[in-house]
């Protein structure tokens, strides 16, 4: 079991910035990554379909025997987890709960506010686990919908980008918070503008690396963690073209080879 691959899954591309973490953080662990590209984006559509999707995405994972499930995306750790955890035999970890236990323990003034897909704070997912965790911290949302496109076309600090940001967060920062999650997988690589637009005072929590550190918990906690001490080795499948998934993917591995295969879920 120990030197089975750890499984990782996305709407698209943008997970690989939780796989570049579990990477840095576990430099010998195998990893088989699966992009939806074809079905992307899964932040507007409805529970139903990310659970279709999920299952079969978990499915196809478990044929190639992975020893645990990263659900990279935020989406669909917000709508499929329960669903996902009740049916799978493996660990499955979501980015929402280390997500959430990270901003509880470092606000300061209990105030922490929230981006994400439409998906995501329509669920609210992350208002539920934040308030499970302590009830009596204050939570607020904002969905930013148009980041992620903003992201994918590699507008990362163009002037449009600073101005949609500008908008989205109005509200949010005469909240007084001073933790803000970026709980979308494409978040992270604009961090630098967000930072800027909420000031340094306000802390910006990244799922991507709490998320890494709670599998390597669960790994080490049921005796999963491999010992082996070669260099890891990597896969990608999408449901789309591969060509945009390498070209694109570089955005967010840095110039990490890229061995991408494409898959056909629905006729599986
Ligand atoms: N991966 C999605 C998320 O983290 C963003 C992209 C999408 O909408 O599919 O919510």
């Known amino acids: 079991m120990k030197d089975m691959p750890i499984g990782i899954f996305d709407s698209g591309l943008g997970g690989l910035t939780v796989m570049s973490q579990i990477m840095k953080l576990m430099p010998c662990e195998d990893i088989i990554y699966f992009g939806d590209t074809a079905r992307v984006p899964y932040g507007s559509k409805s529970q139903e379909s990310i659970i279709k999707y999920s299952m ?18 935020n989406t669909a750790s917000a709508l499929a987890l329960p669903s996902l955890r009740k049916k799978l035999s493996v660990p499955v970890i979501g980015v929402i ?14 105030r922490i506010g929230i981006i994400g897909t439409e998906g995501t704070i329509n669920s609210s997912s992350y208002v539920k686990e934040i308030k499970r965790i302590d009830i009596k911290k204050k939570a607020f949302t904002q969905a930013c919908p148009l980041f992620v496109p903003l992201v994918e076309e590699g507008w990362l600090s ?4 600073y101005l ?13 918070i001073d933790t803000l999650i970026l709980g979308c997988t494409h978040y992270p690589l604009i961090k630098k503008a967000i930072q800027k637009k909420v ?26 963690k491999s010992e082996r ?6 896969q990608f499948f999408v449901s789309d073209s591969p060509k945009k998934f390498q070209h694109v993917g570089q955005r967010f591995l840095g110039k990490l ?12």
């Open 229 to 234: 001490q070669r260099k890891a080795r990597y």
């Open 56 to 73: 079969q995405i978990a499915s196809f994972l478990l044929e190639k025997k992975v020893k645990i499930i990263v659900v990279a995306c």
């Open 199 to 224: 000031g340094k005072k306000t802390e910006l929590v990244d799922s991507a690396s709490a998320t890494a550190g709670e599998v390597l918990k669960i790994l080490k906690k049921d005796g999963l």
């Open 97 to 110: 709960e280390p997500g959430a236990k990270y901003a509880v323990n470092a606000t300061r003034n209990g």
């Open 158 to 161: 163009h002037p449009i980008t």
């Open 257 to 268: 080879p890229m061995w991408v295969k494409k898959i056909n879920l629905e006729e599986k």
């Open 164 to 176: 949609i940001i500008e908008e989205y967060l109005k509200a949010l920062t005469k909240k007084n």
